[in-house]
């Protein structure tokens, strides 16, 4: 059970994960996450689903080393298993016949928007691709991408590649450039609060596919809500679409930031072999 | 009346050992230690043995009281295990967390005079010593029927259901969302009130019976009830999900850092174990003054795990007074003893927090009680201009759950009440044929044994339906686990 048919590391700290999951890969959409253990005392913690097959039976997920949970993804290799793997979790992005759709992604989300974009492609959209990162090393995915897009843009904070700057510059420009009917953003939640801001007040109809801290996924402890258009939502399970216009972004970056002292303290806690008690020394790892 | 009974009087109720209040007060073990057996038998010699039992009608699942507690005075405690399991198929569990003294106890005879007989201690002591002397016996199964079942929720009612038709000769299979089997045992109910230990070993004994438990699987999203029976070939389906969307109060300041539902906070502790942390990566924010908003079992267990994470003030705060309290009445003392402080006839009306975005108070407004309401409890009404700010770095709020929509919104033939819960009839039948239901998601936020009690009913509907049969259990031993 979820095994894992391959993990690479593509850049610097992110990282593709193919997992068996035949089930999954059944019932899967665009815009679904899953929620995923590494091991028995893991997190439970969504990532977006980016891909999927369903012949082989297998999903893709992209995912940036931030943590230790990330961590644990990370040190996994091809035939080895997850704890746990539950999904498909959220509302499927809402795919439909736009226009012109733009879509932003950012460290995990330039693999994240994979499937919304081929989605979008396939629903007669002309697809606008964005990507950023702070340099050229740590760009990835071109060669799915590329072919999705009718215009792919590449943004570095250096200027290494691409147009200098992030996608809510590019955002800004094209949208005097062209009629944009909608924008949809996956990345960090820093680079969906900025993009959102770069495309409002231009009557643009704009979605984010918050990333939320999540336990169950499935609504039950209420740990991802976010206030939406003054509202109290659930990104688990109301999301993890929303209007980006409407988002409380300060309250996202809030809440996101509230374990940021445990999360270190974990973090030192598993790379640092002298805190741990000493039966899990002798224990053995192979 | 002959002398006997008298006899019988003279003995009093057999209180159970616990560990010291300011003790258990700062660690996750189990609070009552257990009796031994020389109490056991005091107390079960207690029992009246009436000749009408009172105390069977007050049991949701009709344990044969009388019957398991005189094997215990007689000193055949694996026979007064067994006896129990006849109709519980949780006893280790229910003698911990049933509100007895509503029930069993309450009906007991002893009550009218002094103090009911302590069924509830009972029953967890022979299912104890049944486990910890390695006893568990695997009941002869009827013949496989060649019917499939699924189940849908390993929580109390689901459990029971499956344990029930296992017996009774299908092929019984257990869908959980969460990645361990127990439900609410397991991620709501503390470990210092219920051990994980017990709940794992009534699971593995289901197990072994030969019920298969498939974890990490939502269904209503990776597989729809409809696909289960129509593709999956299960010939029944009951669905035990539970109510799990968790209710807030909807007041200023409620999605500020530091607010938890009792379901998250509880689930970071229980589940995934963020008392260890960081030996477990769960964080949960260790409040030194905590408030815990309502006033039934789950306030309770979260306010004193707060204590037990090492909450200097751990307050109850309860818009009616300590009699309307629903927890039980065991809990509200224990929580007295280990230091909770009780903040009643009073009403938050909002979290203030601080330039990060954290709680730093929280804002209350003092009630009196008024006219009954429809629950027939007084009606707590707002003492104007008494609002008064108390400092807080965690609030905690308990005040119930809604029925969660994420399998019943994809089964639109399904019938729901007003409030989303699933509507079933007296047997636990849903209007879906085939389809059962039972526990939380059809009464709200109920108890264990009356979700098993549910459990109890659609698995005889389930029999009755499938094989045209009254269901009949024998807890002869097959074989030694």
């Given at each position: 059970m979820n095994r894992i048919i391959e993990r690479t590391e593509?850049?610097?700290n992110v990282h593709k994960m193919v997992i068996e999951a035949p089930l999954l890969a059944k019932k899967v959409l665009p815009g679904h996450f899953l929620i995923i253990m590494a091991?028995?005392?893991g997190e439970r913690i969504p990532i977006s689903v980016s891909d999927w097959d369903e012949k082989a039976g297998t999903v893709t997920i992209f995912f940036l080393e931030a943590g230790v949970s990330t961590m644990k993804l990370a040190l996994k290799n091809a035939g080895d298993s997850l704890h746990a793997v539950v999904g498909p979790l959220g509302r499927p992005a809402k795919i439909g016949k736009y226009g012109t759709v733009l879509l932003g992604g950012g460290c995990y989300g330039i693999g994240a928007i994979t499937s919304i974009a081929r989605a979008m492609k396939a629903a007669g959209n002309k697809i606008i691709i964005i990507t950023e990162a702070r340099s050229k090393y740590l760009l990835y995915n071109q060669e799915v991408l590329r072919p999705l897009a009718d215009n792919y843009i590449e943004t570095t904070s250096d200027g290494s590649s691409g147009i200098k700057g992030k996608v809510q510059d590019v955002v800004q420009y094209i949208t005097y450039q062209e009629k944009v009917d909608l924008a949809y953003f996956i990345g960090c939640t820093f680079m969906m609060m900025t993009c959102s801001n770069a495309t409002r007040g231009k009557n643009l109809r704009t979605l984010v596919a918050l990333n939320s801290l999540m336990l169950d996924?499935?609504?039950?402890?209420?740990?991802?809500r976010v206030t939406v258009g003054g509202q109290t939502k659930f990104a688990c399970v109301d999301g993890p679409e929303f209007d980006g216009h409407q988002v409380d972004w300060l309250g996202v970056l809030q809440r996101k930031s509230m374990y940021l002292q445990e999360e270190m303290l974990a973090y030192q806690y598993h790379s640092c072999r002298a805190l741990r008690p000493k039966e899990e020394e002798s224990e053995q790892h192979g | 009346m002959d002398e006997a009974p008298q006899e019988k009087k003279r003995v009093p109720r057999q209180k159970m050992p616990e560990q010291h209040p300011m003790v258990r007060a700062r660690n996750f073990n189990e609070v009552p230690t257990g009796y031994s057996p020389e109490t056991a038998q005091l107390e079960a010699g207690r029992c009246l043995q009436c000749k009408k039992p009172t105390c069977i009608s007050g049991c949701p699942v009709g344990v044969k009281i009388p019957e398991f507690i005189k094997l215990i005075k007689e000193g055949d405690f694996v026979a007064a295990a067994r006896k129990v399991k006849e109709t519980n198929a949780l006893p280790a569990v229910c003698g911990r967390v049933c509100p007895q003294e509503i029930q069993c106890e309450g009906t007991c005879v002893l009550s009218k005079k002094g103090e009911a007989v302590a069924i509830g201690h009972l029953e967890r002591f022979c299912a104890d010593f049944e486990r910890k002397t390695h006893q568990v016996c695997l009941p002869a199964k009827s013949a496989p029927n060649g019917k499939k079942v699924a189940v849908v929720g390993a929580g109390p009612a689901g459990l029971t259901v499956a344990g029930d038709l296992i017996l009774l000769g299908y092929q019984v299979t257990i869908f959980e969302a969460l990645h361990k089997p127990g439900g609410v045992l397991i991620y709501g109910i503390p470990e210092f009130r219920l051990p994980k230990e017990t709940v794992e070993a009534e699971v593995k004994y289901l197990q072994s019976l030969g019920v298969e438990l498939r974890l990490n699987t939502v269904i209503g999203t990776i597989r729809s009830v409809k696909e289960l029976m129509e593709e999956d070939g299960y010939d029944a389906v009951f669905i035990?999900?539970?109510?799990?969307l968790p209710q807030f109060m909807k007041m200023p300041g409620e999605n500020l850092c530091g607010v938890y539902s009792a379901n998250e906070y509880l689930t970071r502790a229980n589940l995934l174990k963020a008392y260890l942390f960081p030996r477990y990566d769960t964080p949960l924010a260790r409040g030194r003054n905590v408030a815990v908003v309502g006033g039934g079992n789950v306030a309770m267990d979260s306010v004193r795990t707060a204590l037990r994470l090492g909450a200097d003030n751990a307050s109850i705060i309860y818009r009616r007074s300590i009699d309307e309290m629903p927890a039980r009445r065991e809990e509200i003392h224990h929580g007295e003893q280990e230091g909770v402080q009780f903040k009643l006839l009073t009403n938050p009306v909002e979290v203030i927090g601080d330039e990060r975005g954290w709680v730093k108070s929280i804002k209350c407004i003092k009630m009196e009680l008024g006219e009954p309401d429809a629950s027939g409890r007084r009606r707590p009404v707002p003492v104007r201009g008494s609002e008064f700010d108390l400092p807080v770095d965690l609030v905690v709020i308990a005040i119930g759950t809604d029925a969660n929509p994420l399998l019943t919104a994809n089964m639109p033939e399904l019938k729901l009440n007003q409030w989303g819960y699933i509507e079933i009839d007296e047997n636990g039948r849903t209007s879906v044929p085939l389809v059962y239901a039972g526990g939380d998601i059809v009464t709200c936020s109920a108890t264990v044994i009356l979700a098993m009690g549910a459990g109890r009913k659609a698995a005889n509907a389930i029999h009755e339906d499938l094989m045209g049969k009254k269901a009949e259990f024998s807890q002869t031993c097959a074989a030694k686990i």
């Amino acid at each position: 059970m979820n095994r894992i048919i391959e993990r690479t590391e593509l850049v610097p700290n992110v990282h593709k994960m193919v997992i068996e999951a035949p089930l999954l890969a059944k019932k899967v959409l665009p815009g679904h996450f899953l929620i995923i253990m590494a091991d028995e005392e893991g997190e439970r913690i969504p990532i977006s689903v980016s891909d999927w097959d369903e012949k082989a039976g297998t999903v893709t997920i992209f995912f940036l080393e931030a943590g230790v949970s990330t961590m644990k993804l990370a040190l996994k290799n091809a035939g080895d298993s997850l704890h746990a793997v539950v999904g498909p979790l959220g509302r499927p992005a809402k795919i439909g016949k736009y226009g012109t759709v733009l879509l932003g992604g950012g460290c995990y989300g330039i693999g994240a928007i994979t499937s919304i974009a081929r989605a979008m492609k396939a629903a007669g959209n002309k697809i606008i691709i964005i990507t950023e990162a702070r340099s050229k090393y740590l760009l990835y995915n071109q060669e799915v991408l590329r072919p999705l897009a009718d215009n792919y843009i590449e943004t570095t904070s250096d200027g290494s590649s691409g147009i200098k700057g992030k996608v809510q510059d590019v955002v800004q420009y094209i949208t005097y450039q062209e009629k944009v009917d909608l924008a949809y953003f996956i990345g960090c939640t820093f680079m969906m609060m900025t993009c959102s801001n770069a495309t409002r007040g231009k009557n643009l109809r704009t979605l984010v596919a918050l990333n939320s801290l999540m336990l169950d996924g499935t609504g039950m402890c209420g740990v991802c809500r976010v206030t939406v258009g003054g509202q109290t939502k659930f990104a688990c399970v109301d999301g993890p679409e929303f209007d980006g216009h409407q988002v409380d972004w300060l309250g996202v970056l809030q809440r996101k930031s509230m374990y940021l002292q445990e999360e270190m303290l974990a973090y030192q806690y598993h790379s640092c072999r002298a805190l741990r008690p000493k039966e899990e020394e002798s224990e053995q790892h192979g | 009346m002959d002398e006997a009974p008298q006899e019988k009087k003279r003995v009093p109720r057999q209180k159970m050992p616990e560990q010291h209040p300011m003790v258990r007060a700062r660690n996750f073990n189990e609070v009552p230690t257990g009796y031994s057996p020389e109490t056991a038998q005091l107390e079960a010699g207690r029992c009246l043995q009436c000749k009408k039992p009172t105390c069977i009608s007050g049991c949701p699942v009709g344990v044969k009281i009388p019957e398991f507690i005189k094997l215990i005075k007689e000193g055949d405690f694996v026979a007064a295990a067994r006896k129990v399991k006849e109709t519980n198929a949780l006893p280790a569990v229910c003698g911990r967390v049933c509100p007895q003294e509503i029930q069993c106890e309450g009906t007991c005879v002893l009550s009218k005079k002094g103090e009911a007989v302590a069924i509830g201690h009972l029953e967890r002591f022979c299912a104890d010593f049944e486990r910890k002397t390695h006893q568990v016996c695997l009941p002869a199964k009827s013949a496989p029927n060649g019917k499939k079942v699924a189940v849908v929720g390993a929580g109390p009612a689901g459990l029971t259901v499956a344990g029930d038709l296992i017996l009774l000769g299908y092929q019984v299979t257990i869908f959980e969302a969460l990645h361990k089997p127990g439900g609410v045992l397991i991620y709501g109910i503390p470990e210092f009130r219920l051990p994980k230990e017990t709940v794992e070993a009534e699971v593995k004994y289901l197990q072994s019976l030969g019920v298969e438990l498939r974890l990490n699987t939502v269904i209503g999203t990776i597989r729809s009830v409809k696909e289960l029976m129509e593709e999956d070939g299960y010939d029944a389906v009951f669905i035990g999900v539970g109510a799990g969307l968790p209710q807030f109060m909807k007041m200023p300041g409620e999605n500020l850092c530091g607010v938890y539902s009792a379901n998250e906070y509880l689930t970071r502790a229980n589940l995934l174990k963020a008392y260890l942390f960081p030996r477990y990566d769960t964080p949960l924010a260790r409040g030194r003054n905590v408030a815990v908003v309502g006033g039934g079992n789950v306030a309770m267990d979260s306010v004193r795990t707060a204590l037990r994470l090492g909450a200097d003030n751990a307050s109850i705060i309860y818009r009616r007074s300590i009699d309307e309290m629903p927890a039980r009445r065991e809990e509200i003392h224990h929580g007295e003893q280990e230091g909770v402080q009780f903040k009643l006839l009073t009403n938050p009306v909002e979290v203030i927090g601080d330039e990060r975005g954290w709680v730093k108070s929280i804002k209350c407004i003092k009630m009196e009680l008024g006219e009954p309401d429809a629950s027939g409890r007084r009606r707590p009404v707002p003492v104007r201009g008494s609002e008064f700010d108390l400092p807080v770095d965690l609030v905690v709020i308990a005040i119930g759950t809604d029925a969660n929509p994420l399998l019943t919104a994809n089964m639109p033939e399904l019938k729901l009440n007003q409030w989303g819960y699933i509507e079933i009839d007296e047997n636990g039948r849903t209007s879906v044929p085939l389809v059962y239901a039972g526990g939380d998601i059809v009464t709200c936020s109920a108890t264990v044994i009356l979700a098993m009690g549910a459990g109890r009913k659609a698995a005889n509907a389930i029999h009755e339906d499938l094989m045209g049969k009254k269901a009949e259990f024998s807890q002869t031993c097959a074989a030694k686990i």
